[in-house]
């Protein structure tokens, strides 16, 4: 794989996974509320 | 046209050298878009007070016609995934992910005008009709390439991007809530502003995986990222397509239909629990689980409905669709059947690990469905035929909650206590599923007859 295709690798999972680990972690939050 | 010509199949082939791992975000991108669809609801309450402010004022939309924006756009979902499947495989990815760009944003400007003028058809029209066409042509458009793409991992390709879908709704509804808080004063309770922003996001982040999906070569074939294992080679053995079935005949054949049973049952059976999460903990548990703690099972259902669809979906590829399938739809009944029984024991942890599993198997019935009908019906036009079976859940989405209801409404109505109402339900919903474990017993092998020559079919590529 080239350098150019690596770079493209790590941005595009970088890009779709902050904001999913994003709404995760929101909902994550909000379930504890169950174990309080 | 010239101008748009990037869009073509032939400019979205992979040259040497292209990762496939690009492949998966590009399809996360539209799918984590078009997964907003299921945080609507967030919306429910600020459109019903548009006139009104902080409450309903008697021209305001009633909560009840604010319904129906979400049950047309999943309808149009099942309607344009069922339409425009073959046309989604002859123009390739690319085209059909940016036509779903299109309107699903698109549906969001509609949208955003119909809220500024309110004018409860343009909502209707734009979110609605508009907005669930862009949600059929993305859900379906990137499936194909995947497979394509992970012929050894099937499952696991599609089940990463459909589990985006479950993740869109995650993202939405915080997103949403902050707009609507930035723009409360621009407009009554933001709500246009927010369509408006968020159909400009929504664009810009599909445009990333319009620009980056790509389909291989036709002499491509996987180099091994490590060697199968002895369980992943015995399950490519018996999984392996004999051939191609267009969509055409693949509805003439029993397994399509074998196939869509078992997805409406599974839905069917998932959205009555979904629907009612919250009332339910909180009446099998009264005076234990308050209304937040409710909340928090409703969220914790979601990430399991997430984390589901790709656990489930990369397992199979390990133990095969059927054997996935029949998991599901036995430890399901199993699990629908018993959980009542722990709420009546006052076990609050057995009864939400139960509903947690049973929620992995609901976004895992999704997630397989694509692996599975490749097994059946070759690569061809499996998404077109993915758009086909994909009127299970439309069907599931309007018959499921209906039925749930009804059959609570019932019991409620004839004297049976209100936590009691829902075992009934839940033994139902059981039996639904024993009814998808015989399809899917009866799922055999696609008669070659059915099967057509790639060449035949397959749309015009130059290596």
Redesign the interface.
């Known amino acids: 794989m080239t350098l150019r295709y690596r770079v493209q690798l790590i941005f595009a999972w970088t890009l779709v996974g902050v904001p999913l680990a994003w709404g995760v972690w929101q909902v994550f939050k909000k379930s504890l509320d169950l174990f309080r | 046209m010239q101008l748009f010509s990037f869009l073509d199949r032939e400019h979205t082939i992979a040259k040497p ?3 496939r ?2 492949v998966p ?2 399809a ?2 539209i799918h ?1 878009s078009i997964g907003q669809a299921y945080a609507f609801s967030v919306f429910n309450l600020p459109l019903s007070r548009l006139i009104g402010g902080n409450e309903s004022a008697p021209n305001d939309w009633k909560l009840s016609t604010i319904g129906w924006v979400f049950s047309v756009a999943i309808v149009f979902l099942g309607l344009s995934a069922a339409t425009f499947g073959r046309w989604v495989e002859r123009v390739g990815p690319r085209k059909a992910m940016f036509a779903s760009a299109l309107c699903f944003s698109g549906g969001f400007f509609v949208a955003a005008v119909g809220v500024a003028t309110h004018q409860f058809a343009l909502l209707l029209l734009g979110y609605g009709a508009l907005g669930g066409i862009g949600l059929g042509l993305g859900y379906i458009s990137p499936v194909s390439t995947l497979i394509k793409w992970f012929p050894d991992r099937p499952g696991m390709a599609t089940g990463m991007a459909i589990m ?1 879908f479950g ?8 997103l949403a809530t902050l707009l609507m808080a930035r723009f409360e004063h621009v407009s009554p309770h933001g709500v246009a502003p927010t369509f408006i922003a968020m159909g400009a996001l929504y664009f810009a982040f599909m445009m ?1 995986g319009v620009f ?1 999906v790509r389909v291989p070569r036709d002499e491509w074939h996987p180099v091994a990222d490590r060697e199968p294992t002895a369980a992943q080679r015995r399950a490519e053995s018996r999984e392996q397509p004999l051939g191609n079935v267009t969509a055409a005949q693949a509805i003439k054949t029993p397994q399509f239909w074998l196939l869509w049973v078992m997805l409406c049952v599974n839905v069917t059976a998932g959205i009555g629990v979904l629907g009612q999460a919250s009332p339910m903990i909180q009446e099998m548990f009264p005076g234990v ?1 308050t209304a ?6 409703v ?2 259902l ?2 399991a409905n ?1 984390a589901g669809r790709f656990f489930w979906s990369s397992l199979s590829d390990y133990i095969g669709r059927k054997a996935t399938y029949a998991t599901f739809f036995l430890l399901g009944a199993a699990l629908y059947a018993l959980v009542p029984s722990t709420g009546h024991a006052g076990s609050v942890a057995l009864f ?1 690990i139960g509903y947690v599993i049973i929620m992995s198997m609901y976004g895992g019935g999704f997630a397989t469905i694509p692996a599975y009908l490749r097994d059946m019906f070759g690569t061809i036009q499996v998404g077109a035929i993915h758009g086909r079976l994909l009127t299970a859940w439309s069907t599931a989405g309007v018959l499921g909650p209906v039925l749930v209801n009804y059959i609570r409404e019932y019991q409620i109505n004839h004297g049976v206590a209100k936590a009691d109402a829902y075992t009934v339900t839940m033994y139902i919903m059981a039996g639904l599923l024993l009814v998808g474990f015989v399809c899917n017993l009866r799922v055999k092998r696609v008669d070659e007859r059915h099967m057509v020559e790639s060449r035949d079919i397959a749309p015009p590529v130059p290596a």
């Not at chain 2, 993740?167 to 915080?174: N, Y």
């Not at chain 2, 937040?292 to 099972?297: R, V, Y």
């Open positions: 050298g292209f990762s791992w690009l975000p590009a996360l991108a984590l985006g993740g869109g709704a995650m993202i939405a509804s915080p990333f980056t689980i937040a703690a409710a909340a928090g099972f969220g914790l979601s990430l997430m939400v």
